[in-house]
């Protein structure tokens, strides 16, 4: 008997060490004589990651199976609604060119070590991401983002998921900048002359009119909140459903939106811009040789003029920039906790957003919760693919200024930024957090206001004075 146990015990230890061999055997970090792309790429092919984060996964055989199967069917369902990492493979294989969303994403998850999760790693022998390889990849991400915004970061800050915003280099217009100015607050691209671009996007009020809709011709709703211009040139695509490329495509939209400018079409506003001899002698001296008053040299003068509106030196930029003094204790803790519930995983960049759609509700059920009844709107960029995985996935709107864009998210259903702040841990993170998180969180939001020609950004307009507006429209 004795001596039954002990052999047992033996070949207990011999196939422990043979495990532990062939573990590490599989769990080989890639030759360091490849590029480190590629040592990249294959850390994650083996780490199984597009199995649950891709839209047609190479399915295990045991996904076949009536138990285990609905578990792995289960984790690829909801691997593939948090994340799509087609893109940025298809990027690691010939090193392209990667969103920083991902960078961040991949980063967040790598720094954690979540992924991949132990279910998987234990069937899948050799997927594990080892600290090794976790090194890999983290070295690999900061010479990434260094090289992507290549911005003179101390190197102490050098690979923050969060950058400042470039200053221009000479803040006197361009001749199509300075066009672009006066058509962005030109009544005349509407109707009846009686609505601009600054009517909802004020300069002098962070960009925004601090309505929950706009009001466009004729007093009509809208029935999107307006995003602000400030730092819009940041963003990779314009609108929350990603419409619009380019700034100068969006400029075509709401001239001849029937709720916002209403305009039949180009040609009638050309009409009126002409009958305006000073300024049409004015627009063809700078785009005479382009065809003068077009549509397309319209809405590019007004691109040049958003180019500009970039609102850099906020207390958090200096900081960025190494001036320890510039943010205090507090807020600073509010940046970590940022990074910490992976906020700054999608609101990255400069902009911190503006970089990738994403799903509102992740981690819980936003639209359930909210109560109200489904807009249009509320379908995001699925309105533009119809394609289902698309239905409540946003453009992440940027967090400049945020403190004076009030009030927030798409249907601007959120007066206060604290509000916002709570339900984006609830929805978007997963976590509760608490009253003090909230609080940091926000006075580190604070830190981003910046300034627009020296001047700081900020809103004239008061809650009361918006709501009794609001009001008065609802009940006539
Ligand atoms: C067995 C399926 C599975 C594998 C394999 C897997 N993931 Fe995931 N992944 C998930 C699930 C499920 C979620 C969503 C977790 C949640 O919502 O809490 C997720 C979330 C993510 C996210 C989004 C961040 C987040 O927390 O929502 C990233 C980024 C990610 N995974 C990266 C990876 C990488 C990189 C690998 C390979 C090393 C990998 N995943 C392997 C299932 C998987
Ligand atoms: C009646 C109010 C109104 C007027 C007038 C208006 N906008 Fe907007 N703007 C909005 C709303 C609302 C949105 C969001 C619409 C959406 O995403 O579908 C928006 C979106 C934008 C965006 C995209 C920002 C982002 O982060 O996606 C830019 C840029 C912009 N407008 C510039 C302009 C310019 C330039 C004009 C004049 C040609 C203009 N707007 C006229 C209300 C208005
Ligand atoms: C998975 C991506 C994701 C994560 C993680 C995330 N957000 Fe967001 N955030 C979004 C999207 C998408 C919106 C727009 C939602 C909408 O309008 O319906 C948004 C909106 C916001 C807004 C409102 C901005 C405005 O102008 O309307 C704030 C403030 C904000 N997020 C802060 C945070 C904070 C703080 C965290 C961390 C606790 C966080 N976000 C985590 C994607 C994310």
């Not at 052999?7 to 055997?25: E, I």
């Not at 022998?125 to 101390?154: C, F, H, Q």
């Not at 990074?339 to 902009?351: F, L, Q, R, S, W």
């Amino acid at each position: 008997m004795k001596r039954l146990v002990k052999l047992f015990a033996v070949a207990l230890l011999v196939a422990a060490v043979a495990a532990v061999v062939v573990y590490r055997a599989v769990n080989r970090v890639p030759s360091a004589d490849l590029p480190q792309y590629e040592q990249v790429y294959r850390i994650f092919e083996d780490g199984g990651c597009l199995s649950c984060h891709s839209a047609d996964p190479k399915l295990p055989f045991y996904a076949g199976l009536p138990v285990a199967g609905k578990i792995v069917m289960k984790d690829i369902d909801s691997g593939y609604r948090a994340y799509d990492m087609t893109a940025f493979m298809e990027a690691l294989k010939v090193d392209g060119s990667f969103s920083p969303v991902d960078l961040a994403k991949i980063e967040k998850v790598v720094l954690d070590d979540r992924m991949p999760m132990p279910k998987y790693y234990l069937v899948h022998w050799g997927s594990s991401l080892t600290k090794a390889k976790r090194e890999i990849v983290l070295d690999w991400i900061r010479s990434e983002r260094i090289a992507m915004y290549n911005d003179g970061l101390p190197e102490d800050r050098v690979s923050e998921p969060v950058r400042p915003i470039i200053a221009l280099q000479d803040e006197t217009l361009s001749a199509e900048a300075e066009l672009g100015k006066a058509l962005f607050h030109d009544t005349r691209l509407s109707v009846d002359n009686t609505v601009s671009c600054a009517t909802c996007h004020d300069l002098s009020t962070a960009g925004v009119d601090n309505h929950q809709y706009s009001h466009g011709v004729d007093d009509q709703l809208g029935g999107v909140n307006a995003p602000t211009v400030y730092n819009a040139v940041y963003n990779f695509v314009q609108f929350w459903d990603g419409r619009a490329v380019t700034l100068a495509d969006q400029a075509a939209g709401p001239p001849l939106n029937p709720v916002e400018m209403a305009s039949e079409s180009f040609d009638q506003i050309i009409a009126k811009l002409k009958a305006d001899k000073e300024f049409a002698k004015k627009f063809e001296k700078v785009y005479g040789s382009r065809g003068g008053l077009t549509q397309e040299n319209i809405t590019d003068a007004i691109e040049a003029f958003e180019r500009t509106l970039v609102t850099p030196d906020s207390r958090f930029d200096k900081w960025l920039r190494g001036d320890d003094s510039a943010i205090t204790a507090e807020e600073l803790e509010g940046y970590e906790n940022f990074k910490k519930y992976d906020c700054a995983t999608c609101h990255v960049g400069p902009n911190l957003g503006g970089q990738s759609y994403e799903l509102m509700g992740l981690r819980k059920h936003y639209f359930a919760d909210r109560g109200l009844e489904l807009t249009v709107e509320d379908n995001g960029r699925y309105k533009e693919t119809k394609i289902e995985r698309d239905r409540h996935r946003f453009k992440v709107p940027g967090l400049r200024n945020v403190e004076h864009t009030w009030p927030y998210y798409h249907d601007g259903t959120r007066e206060h930024l604290e509000d916002a702040v709570r339900d984006m841990g609830t929805y978007q993170s997963g976590v509760e957090l608490t009253d003090a998180e909230v609080n940091s969180i926000t006075s580190f939001l604070n830190t981003l206001t910046g300034e627009y020609l020296g001047e700081r950004v900020t809103t004239s307009n008061s809650r009361e004075h918006i709501h009794a507006h609001d009001d008065d429209h609802h009940h006539e």
